[in-house]
T-cell receptor, first 115, second 115 residues
Framework: NAGVTQTPKFQVLKTGQSMTLQCAQD?????MYWYRQDPGMGLRLIYY???????DKGEVPNGYNVSRLNKREFSLRLESAAPSQTSVYFC??????????????FGEGSRLTVL | AQSVTQPDIHITVSEGASLELRCNYS??????LFWYVQSPGQGLQLLLK??????LVQGIKGFEAEFKRSQSSFNLRKPSVHWSDAAEYFC?????????????FGTGTKLQVIP
């Protein structure tokens, strides 16, 4: 039972480098989300995809881009990494209403350090 | 826009003692409310959720939460804490929008359990 799979689990970048975090879910969920977690700030929504073919900005989208490649996959790209983007990134998926009442299923996280 | 406040950043309880973690939310309509738990280095796992019906909700691992509309609260409780309950706990509120829910998290409460 894979659920939500994120890669890579750890990454160290230099300022200005680019990278893509990959996320895939095998639960046939419609909606997918990217959050970042920083100490004392909880989880903040970066971008989300309510359904295949759509993406929208969340609370902290600056410096990021996303692609909903298909129903299973939702990637997060940092075009020019900055130290402020050092964080733990979580991908989550969510089934469609009304049968699913909003529960998010999370990956194990990707720990990114930008030097 | 919805928001969640968890006033306690850190709580320490003795093993076997009772536990109550506080959560207050702000949302104009009937909220969908969640409690998630995060063990170190892991993703988030759903403990319980409320969206309608009985205001006392039972969850996994012996946790329960009570929705009080008049106080805009959704506090998490456990009668007797076990050492394995040491983790970080997040309260969250979901706002329905079409076929998905945008979920906003509180800043978390870190629980320490002492022998």
């Amino acid at each position: 039972n894979a659920g939500v799979t994120q890669t890579p689990k750890f990454q160290v970048l230099k300022t200005g480098q680019s990278m893509t975090l990959q996320c895939a879910q095998d639960m046939n969920h419609n909606s997918m989300y990217w959050y970042r977690q920083d100490p004392g700030m909880g989880l903040r929504l970066i971008y989300y995809s309510a359904s295949e073919g759509t993406t929208d900005k969340g609370e902290v989208p600056n410096g990021y881009n996303v692609s909903r490649l298909n129903k299973r996959e939702f990637s997060l790209r940092l075009e020019s990494a900055a130290p402020s983007q050092t964080s733990v990134y979580f991908c989550a998926s969510q089934g469609a209403a009304p049968t699913n009442t909003g529960e998010l299923f999370f990956g194990e996280g990707s720990r990114l350090t930008v030097l | 826009a919805q928001s969640v406040t968890q006033p306690d950043i850190h709580i320490t309880v003795s093993e076997g003692a009772s536990l109550e973690l506080r959560c207050n939310y702000s949302y104009g309509a009937t909220p969908y409310l969640f409690w998630y738990v995060q063990s170190p280095g892991q993703g988030l796992q759903l403990l319980l959720k409320y969206f309608s019906g009985d205001t006392l909700v039972q969850g996994i691992k012996g946790f329960e939460a009570e929705f009080k509309r008049s106080q805009s609260s959704f506090n998490l409780r456990k009668p007797s804490v076990h050492w394995s309950d040491a983790a970080e706990y997040f309260c969250a509120v979901g706002a329905s929008s079409g076929g998905y829910q945008k979920v906003t998290f509180g800043t978390g409460t870190k629980l320490q359990v002492i022998p």
